[in-house]
Nanobody, 125 residues
């Protein structure tokens, strides 16, 4: 499966962005999905995940209450709605997918087999 992330950009603090991760070549229906972010010199940081069942979502404490992950299996797309953005949210955001990932591994970037190319999010103060 190929993943294409989009929707990044430059926004002022307090603003919103919606990232999209579209899959080609295969449905995402039975895939666990995650969003991660990375800044220069730092390890990839987990942001949010949705279990392949679609019923369970998980969020990092740093984004809980501000970000929402959702999926549209018909469109084979996963979204990350980001509200109340802060300068510390600035990073390259990556989406990831895996058909066999278990619930407890959703925050672990090493557990995902497929990755999108990343989209830059910049939040100005």
């Amino acid at each position: 499966v190929q993943l294409q992330a989009s929707g990044g950009g430059l926004v002022q603090a307090g603003g919103s962005l919606r990232l999209s991760c579209a899959a080609s070549g295969r449905t995402l229906r039975n895939y666990g999905m995650g969003w991660f972010r990375q800044t220069a010199g730092k390890e990839r940081e987990w942001v949010a995940s949705v279990h392949r069942s679609g019923d369970s979502t998980l969020y990092a404490d740093s984004v809980k209450g501000r970000f929402t992950i959702s999926r549209d299996n018909v469109k084979a797309t996963v979204y990350l709605q980001m509200n109340s953005l802060k300068p510390e949210d600035t990073a390259i955001y990556y989406c990831a997918a895996d058909p066999r990932i278990i619930y407890s591994s959703l925050p672990n970037f090493r557990a995902y087999h497929y990755w999108g190319q990343g989209t830059q999010v910049t939040v100005s103060s």
